[in-house]
T-cell receptor, first 112, second 115 residues
Framework: GQNIDQPTEMTATEGAIVQINCTYQ??????LFWYQQHAGEAPTFLSY????GLEEKGRFSSFLSRSKGYSYLLLKELQMKDSASYLC?????????????FGRGTSLIVHP | KAGVTQTPRYLIKTRGQQVTLSCSPI?????VSWYQQTPGQGLQFLFE???????NKGNFPGRFSGRQFSNSRSEMNVSTLELGDSALYLC??????????????FGEGSRLTVL
């Protein structure tokens, strides 16, 4: 089966940098995704990594190491609106089927 | 372009009843997947439909079922409701099925409360 671990909660200061880690165990790895979900809203796609390395998109970057089963989401120049839950999700293929597995999310609180 | 639309947004049912939830994907998206989100278990994959065929299925009992119509709209049904079925049910659409890019476009969900 799949197992995804990420911290439950993190706090950071406006303007700072925060790194949210995600470790996973899976067979048939087929990409890792990060989603942002504000309270009471739908998750929105942030990033996708399928090869090792860093993907940068504006203030957000995501890193993947497949050999270590590890990823992180880096948020720079934090803003109050970045307070949200960040979901790490791993795609895996098994028997021809594709199953996305989500972590329980990291609640990020940004304070002034 | 209109986003993913789910109806109803909120509903209350009692144990033993059944419920049907509806999802209209983004125009042109043929893949629709369903998820259950609870505080304890997080977001869990239920199933995915593409071109009216169920392509993938998560680890949920047979009480959970779904279908997709020729216009890509999808419904999911939960029969014989249990208290533990209380959750936010999210629908997501994608222009492609399964593994290709992984970018999912989520609706705002249907919040089901079972009493």
């Amino acid at each position: 089966g799949q197992n995804i671990d990420q911290p439950t909660e993190m706090t950071a200061t406006e303007g700072a940098i925060v790194q949210i880690n995600c470790t996973y165990q899976t067979s048939g790895f087929n990409g890792l995704f990060w989603y942002q979900q504000h309270a009471g809203e739908a998750p929105t796609f942030l990033s996708y990594n399928v090869l090792d390395g860093l993907e940068e998109k504006g203030r957000f970057s995501s890193f993947l190491s497949r050999s270590k089963g590890y990823s992180y989401l880096l948020l720079k120049e934090l803003q109050m609106k970045d307070s949200a839950s960040y979901l790490c999700a791993v795609g895996s293929t098994s028997g021809g089927s594709y199953i996305p597995t989500f972590g329980r999310g990291t609640s990020l609180i940004v304070h002034p | 372009k209109a986003g993913v639309t789910q109806t109803p947004r909120y509903l209350i049912k009692t144990r033993g009843q059944q419920v049907t939830l509806s999802c209209s994907p983004i125009s042109g998206h043929r893949s629709v997947s369903w998820y259950q989100q609870t505080p304890g278990q997080g977001l869990q994959f239920l199933f995915e439909y593409f071109s009216e065929t169920q392509r993938n299925k998560g680890n949920f009992p047979g009480r959970f079922s779904g279908r997709q119509f020729s216009n890509s709209r999808s419904e999911m049904n939960v029969s014989t409701l249990e208290l533990g079925d209380s959750a936010l049910y999210l629908c997501a659409s994608s222009p492609k099925t399964g593994r290709v890019t992984g970018e999912l476009f989520f609706g705002e969900g249907s919040r089901l409360t079972v009493l």
